[in-house]
């Protein structure tokens, strides 16, 4: 990131410990990462290349008690590192991102049996995570997962479908959710950790806008044990939202990472770029939208930086959703326009295939979908708004 005074002046507070985490994932971002990001389309973080270089930096330990070897889990300091990895190679944060949203239920709810086998495992590189929440007839109400897990003899019996899974197809660690209870109901969900079934398990490619690693996985009558319960039994709604509510700001500071990928690209290109004998930056016009970028997008980021600090510091999961919403809801859509703005100051140089601004331009658009929907974010706003009485 650039050290401009604008961003110099409007940085958000940091203890010691994060301002060092913040100087050398920046550093790793552009001495490792930028170089690199031409080789990674978003949608490519299946590439071991990618896995290797999260690994090996570390970052992974930001999902880990320190107690057990990792670095702690801080909202902040994972919004810091996805900030600056999404700004080096958008692939390298969906990886980082797509391995904490699965791993993170572990380290909130699990015993101390499912931390240790599983945390290590994501700590020594022998395992990989994939979260399994969504389904062709539940998305956004996650209450209206229809995937049943019966208790059988010795555990539980999973029936049902999931889609837009996350590398499911390389994946060998599962966190489910799924039901036991009747209805569309709060109490009748549970979360569950689980190794890669052996049988009945059926994974098919699902792409979308770009050729990612999507898929749709069918259980048919997968046994699992019963120690794979994560929390309680009925508690899965719980364990859910205190997840996405802890990762929500981090969406946030992704995609702020990759708006300000955008305007420094930018920035280069009016200076160099000439139209109607003078340079796009000598326009005044151009100046303009430049301004408005850089300071929505440095507004976006205190608005992120501030949710993560109030979820480090909150004592009530409660209190963490509205905040969590907002900066989710406002930072992406603000990088997504900011995106776009660059794009257009590019003109058709913008959408050229592979180009920086290009791929920004795909990357950015699920932002907007995954982890809560931007409509989901506000209706969650304007329930604390509300107060006690709005439930819906
Ligand atoms: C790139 C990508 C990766 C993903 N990875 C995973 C993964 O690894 N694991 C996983 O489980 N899921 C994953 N998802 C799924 C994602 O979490 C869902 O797409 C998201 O929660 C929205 O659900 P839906 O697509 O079913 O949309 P729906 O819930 O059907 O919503 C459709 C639209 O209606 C709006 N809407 C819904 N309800 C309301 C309401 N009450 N009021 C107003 N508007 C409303 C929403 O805002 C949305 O715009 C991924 C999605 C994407 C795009």
Redesign the pocket.
């Known amino acids: 990131m650039p050290s401009s005074s604008l961003s110099r002046g409007l940085a958000f507070p940091m203890s010691e410990a994060t301002a060092a985490l913040h100087g050398e994932v920046w550093t790793f971002a552009h001495d490792r990462l930028v170089p690199l990001s031409a080789g990674f389309d978003c949608g490519d973080e299946k590439d071991p290349e990618i896995a290797r270089l999260v690994r090996e930096a570390g970052y992974l330990g930001h999902y880990v008690p320190a107690e057990l070897g990792g670095h702690g889990l801080s909202v902040t300091n994972i919004s810091v590192v996805r900030e600056a990895l999404a700004y080096g190679a958008v692939a390298v944060d969906e990886f980082f991102a797509?391995q904490g949203?699965?791993v993170q239920p572990i380290t909130l709810f699990g015993s101390e049996d499912q931390k240790a086998h599983y945390l290590g495992g994501l700590l020594s590189g022998s395992r990989s995570f994939?979260?399994?929440?969504?389904?062709p007839v539940?998305?956004?109400?996650v209450a209206g997962i229809r995937t049943a897990a019966v208790a059988v003899d010795g555990g539980f019996e999973i029936n049902g479908t999931?889609?837009?899974?996350?590398?499911a197809d390389t994946v060998d660690t599962m966190v489910l959710f799924a039901k036991t209870g009747p209805g569309h109901a709060r109490g009748g969900l549970t979360a569950f950790v689980l190794d890669r079934p052996e049988q009945g398990l059926v994974v098919t490619p699902f792409p979308?806008l770009f050729e990612?690693p999507?898929f749709e996985v069918e259980f048919q009558g997968c046994r699992i044990p019963g120690t794979a319960v994560l929390g309680s039994v009925g508690g899965g709604m719980g364990v859910a939202m205190s997840n996405f509510d802890r990762i929500r700001p981090s969406v946030g500071a992704a995609a702020v990472g990759m708006a300000q990928r955008a305007l420094d690209a930018t920035v280069d290109y009016v200076q160099s770029r000439e139209a109607f004998t003078q340079r796009l930056a000598d326009f005044q016009g151009v100046r303009m939208q430049l301004s408005d970028i850089a300071v929505e997008l440095a507004a976006a980021r205190l608005c992120v930086y501030a949710a993560a600090r109030f979820a480090d510091e909150a004592h009530d999961d409660a209190d963490v959703r509205a905040p969590a919403a907002a900066a989710k809801l406002y930072a992406t859509e603000v990088a997504q326009r900011v995106i776009d703005r660059c794009v257009q100051l590019h003109g058709g140089v913008g959408l050229v295939r592979g180009s920086v601004t290009e791929r920004l331009y795909r990357a950015i658009r699920?932002t907007r979908?995954?982890?809560?929907?931007?409509?989901?974010m506000?209706?969650v706003v304007a329930r604390d708004l509300l107060g006690p009485r709005a439930r819906?």
Do not use: N, Q, W
């Open positions: 797509s949203i699965a994939a979260l399994c929440v969504t389904e539940a998305g956004s109400d999931k889609r837009f899974v996350h590398m979308l990612g999507e699920s979908i995954y982890e809560g929907a931007t409509d989901i506000r209706i819906r």
